[in-house]
């Protein structure tokens, strides 16, 4: 899967067609996401959540309001 490339669902029109956009809006974004992407490929589950846990954490503390 190329990570970079991910959509979601904006929104849904009434017509039932669904409008979607890039999750990520920049380069620098796309290539943290693949990196991350490639350390995931051969964890376990549970290693697997362990970093995702720490990255959230490291993004959730790095919002400066």
Known sequence: MDI????????????GKKIMRDI??????KERASKI???LKG??????????????EALVNSITF
């Open 24 to 29: 990520f809006e920049n380069e620098s974004e």
């Open 37 to 39: 992407a490639d350390q």
């Open 43 to 56: 964890m376990t589950i549970r290693e697997a959540q362990e970093l995702l846990s720490k990255i959230s």
């Open 4 to 15: 970079k490339n991910a959509q979601e669902v904006a929104f849904n029109q009434l017509d």
